[in-house]
């Protein structure tokens, strides 16, 4: 368990024990009811990318002065203990983006999350890759390893680390030499051998600053001072000063991903300079000739690699060298429900859990054969609670891919403007846990699912953890900007042959679908709309015929009805994002061509697959060319014969399949209109008798 810091008004930092945490023998703690909760800041964004003519990387790099460095003394030995009163709760003060673990104990009243358990449950050796979206926590939780790990922090272990009950035997704590890489400014360069000098100028800056730390460990008489020669600061030669000293690394490598993703987003932001832009594959090579290779052959002094980033952009080399972090490091980034609660109580919020998930979502990182943690995105729940947004926004890195995203691809499980409409319509994608794990998100040309899961825009979907959903309203929104256009061009009513009288004789009216939807609304008719909604269904079922999901109407109404380009801004702003409502949710509000116009709409999908199953039972899979053929038969039936066809469904009453008629879905009592999907080719409507605005042109069912 975590345990519940503060820093007191005086520097004191205050520490509390877990709820069920035993006293430590280290120091006597007084029992207290506070409950524990974490909280950390979140990592940077990647860096943007430069032009290329600039030639150079960023200048701003981490320092010893901000967190890295463990030289620096504790203002106290020992933590004091005591009761948070209430006019000290009342100044305590949230995280900042950039904090580090020191950061977090020696800046006065910082309230903070202690991960230090997950420093205890490492193997002495490991080389892992820890993936999450941007803005998650990464930089910050490798402040708290080299502090857990740096021989310089023996002394001072206690102060920093002394809440955590239990210490494994085999944790090796203050035993290592902590070498700190991060390759987050490293930009665009107009050629390979500018980007070979932007990765070894990195390199060497993290070099330099590791060489001026342990300059007693390493046998130099005083700190060095600049080195003139590249060479000498190489990680080779490093690495080969280190086992000659009989001393270990941790090292920590963070953003590892920025140099290969900006190589590969730089051609959609400069395409002018193609043909001198360092390419995504001369990066990967680089890459692993002055990082990855070294670190590889110097497993005997690496006793421990922790590789952090957002995207899998594996080279060669780095494929072999690490695995993916564990599961039980699922929760080392990110604020489980209970820790949420927490952290909200102890500045007297009050969190709505619902509201929450609502507008930030929830996120699952566990793999195939665990079940999953679900944890909130840190940055977006301080900015919560701090009624706030943060200065970069978490889905810059979603943006720029989706930039990269075409309308179509010979690419096995790579992402198109078909893949996003049709992830939008039903309302999940399929993709293997391997396919997120371990492949590339980029391949130089495309962009994969994977990439979309670990940018923060998918997370697991409940029902299956090879199956992913949108996680919340911002990555929605971006998806939307994407293919909105695409879906407003292919589904208009006069391309799907609605009738001309049902339209003016302007011929920009007719195509556009916010004509429909103002008859809708003004004069009660109803009939373009359905055949517009049902003509969307027909188009995306025959689409999906042989995969694993059909589209459902909450999927249609999603694509069309909060449509930038067919909706008003402010009825789009007040439509509850559909495919993000809970399953069990069957009764949604949606907003019409003005925000006065409110329907509550009870929404029934009959998937083209029941009604084959209630005419083959005993058969396992349809092929293709059968459901085919009976979806073209449902599309030729009149409204009498769809009421009577059979359907094959899950009766809750009876805890069992059971076949009943399309019509039994429309005789249950009914608080609202209600829409029913049938099998993929037609939207058939039952009003609640009595309407007001159903009276008079309602001429569907």
């Keep these: 368990m975590s345990t519940l810091v503060f820093s007191s008004i005086d520097d004191e930092p205050f520490v509390f024990p877990p709820e069920d945490a035993k006293p430590s023998t280290r120091s006597k703690l007084p029992p207290l009811e506070i409950p524990d909760y974490e909280i950390w800041p979140s990592d940077d964004e990647l860096s943007p990318i430069s032009s290329p003519s600039t030639g150079s990387s960023g200048s701003k790099r981490r320092s010893e002065d901000d967190g890295f460095s463990s030289d620096s003394e504790p203002r106290h030995k020992r933590a004091k203990t005591g009761s948070l009163s209430p006019s000290s709760r009342d100044h305590l003060r949230l995280p900042r983006a950039d904090d580090t673990y020191l950061d977090f104990r020696l800046r006065a009243r910082t309230a903070f999350v202690d991960k230090t358990r997950f420093a205890f449950q490492l193997p002495n050796q490991y080389r892992y890759l820890l993936l999450r979206p941007p803005k998650f926590g990464k930089t910050a939780f490798l402040s708290m ?108 490598v963070d953003s590892y991903d920025v140099p290969l993703s900006n190589s590969m987003l730089s051609q959609i932001i400069y395409p002018g300079w193609l043909h001198v832009l360092v390419t995504h594959q001369e990066a990967a090579q680089l ?65 709505d859990f619902a509201e929450l998930r609502r507008r930030h979502g929830v996120y699952s990182f566990a793999s195939c054969e665990t079940v999953a943690d679900i944890v909130f995105s840190p940055q977006a729940l301080i900015d919560h609670i701090s009624g706030s947004s943060s200065r970069k926004p978490p889905f810059a890195l979603l943006g720029s891919l989706l930039k990269l995203v075409p309308m179509e691809s010979d690419v096995p499980k790579t992402v198109t403007q078909e893949g996003l409409i049709e992830l939008l319509t039903a309302g999940v994608v399929e993709m293997k846990c391997v396919e997120a794990d371990n492949l590339n998100d980029l391949d130089g040309t495309s962009v994969f699912w994977g990439a979309l899961y670990h940018a923060g825009a998918l997370t697991h979907s409940g029902g ?104 008003m801004p402010a009825s789009r702003k007040l439509t509850e994002p559909l495919v993000l409502l809970p399953a069990d949710v069957t009764c949604v509000r949606v907003i019409g061509y003005l925000p006065e116009h409110v329907h509550d709409w009870e929404l029934t999908t009959l998937t083209l697959l029941g009604f084959w199953q209630a005419v083959n039972p005993n058969d396992s899979e349809p092929s293709v060319d059968a459901l085919r053929e009976l979806h073209q038969s449902l599309c030729e039936d009149d409204e009498e014969g769809l009421l009577e066809r059979r359907y094959r469904t899950w009766s809750e009453n009876l805890q069992a399949v059971e076949t009943v008629t399309v019509r039994s879905f429309f005789e249950a009592e009914a608080k609202h209109t209600r829409l029913v999907a049938v099998g993929g080719a037609h939207i058939l409507r039952w009003a609640v008798p009595l309407e007001k605005d159903e009276e008079v042109h309602d001429e569907s069912t």
């Design 464 to 567: 299956s953890n090879s199956t992913f959903r949108i996680a919340n309203r911002d990555a929605l929104s971006m998806i939307h900007d994407h293919i909105d256009r695409l879906a407003h061009d292919r589904y208009d009513p006069h391309d799907l042959g609605c009738h001309s009288d049902e339209f003016d004789d302007d011929p920009e009216e007719r195509l556009n679908f916010l004509t429909a939807l103002r008859r809708y609304d003004f004069e009660h008719n109803h009939r373009p709309l359905l055949n517009l909604l049902s003509q969307a269904l027909r188009d995306q079922t025959m689409r999906s015929l042989g995969k694993k999901r059909e589209p459902t109407l909450r999927g249609i109404l999603e694509l069309m009805m909060r449509n930038s380009l067919c909706v």
């Design 145 to 252: 390893l080299c502090q857990f790990y740096d021989v310089h922090g023996a002394e001072t272990f206690s102060s920093y680390f002394d809440t955590a009950d239990n210490i494994p035997t085999n944790s090796e704590h203050s035993q290592h030499l902590c070498l700190p890489i991060t390759l987050s400014d490293i930009s665009v360069f107009s050629n390979s051998d500018e980007f070979a000098s932007a990765l070894r100028s990195a390199l060497f800056n993290d070099v330099h600053s590791f060489l001026g730390k342990y300059a007693k460990e390493l046998g130099f008489s005083e700190p060095p001072g600049y080195l003139e020669d590249w060479r000498d600061a190489s990680l080779q030669n490093v690495l080969k000063l280190v086992k000659a000293q009989g001393k270990t690394l941790f090292v920590s």
């Design 287 to 351: 890459m692993d000739e002055y990082l990855w290779s070294p670190l590889q052959a110097g497993g005997d002094v690496v006793a421990k690699l922790l590789v952090t980033g957002t995207l899998s952009v594996q080279t060669p080399v780095l494929r072999d060298l690490v695995t993916p972090a564990p599961d039980h490091l699922q929760s080392c980034c990110g604020f489980t429900e209970s820790e949420a609660t927490r952290l909200a109580q102890s500045f007297d919020h009050t969190l």
